[in-house]
């Protein structure tokens, strides 16, 4: 915001607009993780990715129905 239009964000509105969106981003995680739980066959992956200099781990599951 502040690169784009001059004005700093408010610590208090980031942290509102992230619990706004994992609210919402709540009955997607389910419904993928009651796809994945159903599934016959699936494929688990575990991605290291580097974050602030230390390495942090990316777990992702796919499954053939999803």
């Known amino acids: 915001m502040a690169d784009l239009f001059g004005v ?9 607009i992230s619990q706004d969106c994992a609210e919402r981003f709540q009955g997607f995680v389910e419904t993928v993780l009651d796809r994945v739980v159903e599934a016959p066959v699936k494929h688990l992956d575990e991605t290291g990715v ?7 781990w990316l777990h992702r599951s796919t499954c053939s129905v999803c």
Do not use: L
């Open 8 to 16: 700093p964000p408010v610590t208090a509105t980031i942290a509102r």
């Open 50 to 56: 580097r974050i602030g200099g230390k390495t942090q």
